[in-house]
């Protein structure tokens, strides 16, 4: 460890190093489904020319036109080409979620009760948004 | 250029018989998003900023899908350079977490703002912020390492102080905080706008930071990119679970914009960043104007 290391807190270099591989995987998972994807090798829900007569709609419009689900429905289509591209996307929006309960507990094991209150409210915050409680999903 | 140009007469062309094949679009965005990841770089702002006023503006895409995009794009960003900052010490957690929590809270409401509002009325006021962000731009001033005579009560009762190593300067930096309760209203309301148009946010994160918070330069800097990581996933769920993350606009543009700031992280040595800098408000002026006129219906 180097003295830059002992002057940064445990849950700091733990939540970078839950980040770190977060990240990677999404960005891992995004590219290898869009190559799937825009190549051809895994057939959309959506044809791409569907698509392109419907993405200048507004969002509720698209969905009906292209019959779209919102919310976790996309979940039933994850092998479908385009929707196998929001597991990567989902797996990066989840990740700060994941790391901020993983830095919850090294909160409160060193005593800091304020920080471990505001992560947990944070952990709050992030569930009830993907969950999509809060009017994303209609 | 070829790209640009066909970019620009997007939404006239798509509306004929002969517009362009849809696969153009994505290259186009690529191409777009990576000029838009090296003038970032070299710029010192994000992607976000640049990406929704620019696609928003000359693209076919509908407003919503280029804020789900720009967010996304910011994020990945964030999330991207977030795991070295941590670990350098140029990002700090204790300072970014009551940040963060209140620009998430108030990022969720901009975002459900952004998607109940009439698509003009959240187009002109994009204009309008981004030409606020150019003034912004042209008149901030920085300060390297602000003095900060005391902390505030809640910065005190936080413990919002640490110290960093700066490899530059070749020192251990000492700092502190103050106007904490300043400093979480103007997140809330960076936030609100972060959610509402899609932008990210480094643009206001480091001003606050440094100017009115007191934290120096390097660390309002590595810090802001770990709030923007928290506050953009927020506000990306509530356009992630509305339907309007396109993966054909997403992902190209993600990729686009990763390699180019890889790009102008190494012309950063031998281009002059002030001369981009200049480009860059001259090119969020023109995103602005367009974005304003095409909200107010006068050019379409």
């Known amino acids: 460890m180097s003295p830059q290391d002992e002057r940064i807190p445990p849950e700091q270099l733990v939540y970078a190093r839950w980040l770190d591989w977060g990240t990677r995987a999404g960005l891992a998972l995004l590219a290898a489904s869009f190559a799937l994807y825009a190549l051809g090798l895994a057939a959309p829900q959506v044809p791409f020319e569907q698509l392109a007569r419907a993405w200048s709609l507004p969002v509720d419009q698209y969905r009906a036109a292209v019959g779209a689900p919102a919310g976790w429905g996309w979940l039933t289509l994850a092998l479908r080409g385009d929707y196998m591209n929001l597991v990567g996307i989902a797996l990066l929006a989840l990740t700060s979620l994941v790391c901020t309960l993983r830095a919850l507990p090294l909160f409160l094991a060193r005593g800091e009760r304020a920080l471990a209150l505001i992560a947990g409210l944070q952990a709050t915050v992030l569930a009830v948004a993907a969950a999509g409680v809060l009017g994303g999903a209609h | ?300």
């Not at chain 2, 977030?82 to 998430?104: E, I, N, T």
């Not at chain 2, 106007?179 to 994160?205: C, D, E, K, Q, S």
Request: net charge positive; no cysteine.
């Open chain 2, 1 to 300: 250029m070829t790209l640009l140009a066909l970019a620009w007469s997007a939404p006239a062309a798509a509306a004929d018989a002969g517009a362009p094949a849809w696969w153009l679009w994505p290259l186009a965005l690529f191409a777009v998003s990576f000029a838009i990841g090296i003038v970032g770089v070299l710029a010192g702002v994000g992607g976000g900023v640049l990406f929704v006023p620019i696609v928003g503006g000359f693209f076919p895409f509908h407003l919503d899908f280029v804020r789900a995009a720009g967010l996304l794009l910011a994020l990945s960003g964030a999330l991207s350079a977030a795991p070295a900052l941590l670990r350098s010490g140029m990002a700090s957690m204790r300072l970014a977490m009551p940040l963060a929590l209140v620009g998430s809270i108030s990022s969720i409401a901009g975002a459900m703002l952004g998607l109940a509002l009439p698509t003009q009325t959240v187009q002109s006021a994009l204009g309008v912020t981004i030409l606020a962000i150019v003034l912004l731009m042209w008149r901030a001033k920085k300060s390297g390492y602000p003095e900060v005579p005391a902390p505030d009560a809640l910065a005190a009762a936080l413990r919002l102080h640490g110290v960093f190593y700066d490899p530059a300067a070749a020192r251990d930096v000492h700092w502190r905080v103050h106007r904490t309760p300043l400093g979480l209203v103007a997140f809330a309301g960076i936030g609100l706008l972060a959610g509402l148009f899609g932008l990210g946010a480094g643009w206001a994160n480091v001003p606050v930071l440094n100017l009115l918070m007191g934290a120096p330069l390097k660390l309002a800097v590595g810090t802001s990119g770990f709030v923007l990581s928290v506050v953009d996933t927020s506000a990306a769920w509530v356009y992630f679970n509305r339907g309007a993350v396109l993966p054909l606009l997403v992902a190209p543009s993600i990729v686009g914009v990763m390699l180019g700031a890889k790009i102008g992280a190494r012309l950063l040595r031998v281009v002059r960043a002030s001369t981009v800098r200049r480009i860059v408000i001259w090119l969020l002026l023109a995103a602005g104007a367009r974005a304003l006129l095409k909200g107010l219906g006068i050019w379409n």
